[in-house]
C-alpha cells in the first residue's frame, strides 16, 4: 500500500467534483513563470456573500519561505469594518489531469512507500501542523481587517508540479482551484464583570399578626438596597407545596435593572427561631438576576406543621420573622 505522504503536509484525498466557488486554468505556464516576478492575482470572485481573489506565486513568495514551491493565497476583496471579522473554512486545489481529480495540499510532498511507517508518519504530521504549520487546509481562518490573505506558501513544490509523469501540468497547462465556506456564528457573547468591593444588603421582615394578615395568597416585603430588593412569601405555599408549606423568594424590582445587564448575586433567605434555639430555616445560593429572572427562592421553604409548632419558636405571638441577606459578586454585560 503506497502512502503519498509530507512532513509539512499530506496530500489530502482527490476528488472528482471541481471546487465549490472557483477555478482558475493557465495556459502556457511557462511563459507566466517567466513573465512575473512575484505573483499573478486573479480577478475577484464573489463567495459566501464577500468578494475574493487568488494569488498565485509561480516561483513561491520567498517572503513567507515558500523558495522552490509554487505558492497560493486566499484575498478577502470586501472591506471590513475595524474589530469585524469573517470566519471561514478554505481549501485549496491543483488538478491532476492523470487521474482526473482536484486535490488539495499542505506543502511540498514527497513519498513514503512503506506501510508500516504509515501511522507514524500520521502522527509527524499533527505535531507539525498544530505547532509549525500555519496553512490553508481546510481548518477555520478568521479574516479581519488586519488579515486579509490566508494561503499556503509551499503548496506543491516545483519539482513535483512540472514533472510531466505526475499529472499537475500537462501540455504547459495547469489548474488551481478554491472554495470558501463562510461560518456564520450565532454565539451569544456576555461579560463578567467582578466587584472589586462587593456590597450586601440586609433586610428584616417582621410579619406581626400573621395568622389574620396572612390571608391573601402572596405578599411583599417593603423594598431594600440600590435594586430594590423584595422578599415574596406565599403563606399557604404555591405550586406543589400548596397547603403543606410557605414559600419564599427574593426578588429584585425588573425595572431596576440596567439593559443587556444581569445581577450575579449570593444570597440568603431565613425564617428566625424567635425562642433562640438555632433552629433557623435557611437556604443560601448564588442567583444571577435579570429583568426576565428576577426572582429566586425555594417553594417548599418550611412545612406549615414546623411553622405552626410552638416548641420551633417559628411561630411566636402571632409574629413571623423573615431575614434577607444579598451579596452583589458582579455584573455580566453583552460583549
Excluded at 35 to 48: R, T, V, W
Excluded at 240 to 265: E, R, Y
Amino acid at each position: 500500500m503506497d502512502a503519498h505522504y509530507s512532513v509539512e503536509g499530506a496530500i489530502l484525498t482527490g476528488r472528482y467534483t471541481p471546487p465549490t466557488h472557483y477555478v482558475f486554468k493557465i495556459e502556457s505556464f511557462s511563459k507566466l513563470y517567466k513573465a512575473i516576478e512575484d505573483k499573478y492575482n486573479s480577478d475577484k470572485f464573489d463567495a459566501e456573500g464577500f468578494s475574493w481573489k487568488l494569488s498565485i506565486y509561480p516561483t513561491g513568495d520567498e517572503s513567507k519561505n515558500g523558495k522552490g514551491h509554487i505558492s497560493i493565497f486566499l484575498e478577502l476583496v470586501t472591506s471590513l469594518a475595524v474589530g469585524s471579522d469573517v470566519n471561514v473554512t478554505v481549501n485549496l486545489f491543483v488538478f491532476n489531469h492523470f487521474e482526473d481529480k482536484y486535490f488539495s495540499f499542505q506543502g511540498i510532498c514527497i513519498y513514503i512507500y512503506i506501510f508500516y511507517f504509515f501511522l507514524l508518519c500520521i502522527l509527524v504530521r499533527f505535531i507539525y501542523f498544530n505547532l509549525v504549520n500555519n496553512n490553508a487546509d481546510g481548518r477555520v481562518r478568521r479574516y479581519h481587517a488586519l488579515k486579509k490573505t490566508w494561503g499556503i506558501a509551499k503548496f506543491i513544490d516545483i519539482e513535483t508540479f512540472s514533472n510531466p509523469e505526475k499529472g499537475y501540468l500537462l501540455d504547459d497547462t495547469c489548474v488551481f482551484g478554491a472554495e470558501i465556506f463562510v461560518i456564520k456564528s450565532s454565539f451569544k457573547s456576555e461579560r463578567l464583570s467582578m466587584m472589586n468591593e462587593p456590597s450586601t444588603y440586609f433586610h428584616t421582615w417582621k410579619i406581626t399578626k400573621f395568622s389574620s394578615n396572612m390571608t391573601n395568597d402572596n405578599h411583599y416585603s417593603g423594598n431594600f438596597g440600590c435594586y430594590n430588593w423584595y422578599i415574596w412569601l406565599y403563606p399557604d405555599g404555591t405550586g406543589k407545596s400548596k397547603g403543606n408549606s410557605i414559600s419564599v423568594f427574593l426578588c429584585t424590582t425588573k425595572s431596576k435593572i440596567p439593559a443587556d445587564t444581569k445581577l450575579f448575586t449570593k444570597f440568603i433567605l431565613r425564617v428566625k427561631d424567635q425562642t433562640g434555639g438555632n433552629r433557623d430555616v435557611k437556604i443560601e445560593d448564588n442567583h444571577l438576576y435579570s429583568p426576565d429572572n428576577y426572582s429566586s427562592g425555594r417553594v417548599e421553604f418550611l412545612s406549615l406543621a414546623k411553622l405552626q409548632d410552638p416548641k420551633m419558636g417559628f411561630l411566636v405571638d402571632d409574629t413571623v420573622t423573615i431575614e434577607a441577606e444579598v451579596t452583589l459578586l458582579g455584573l455580566v454585560m453583552k460583549e
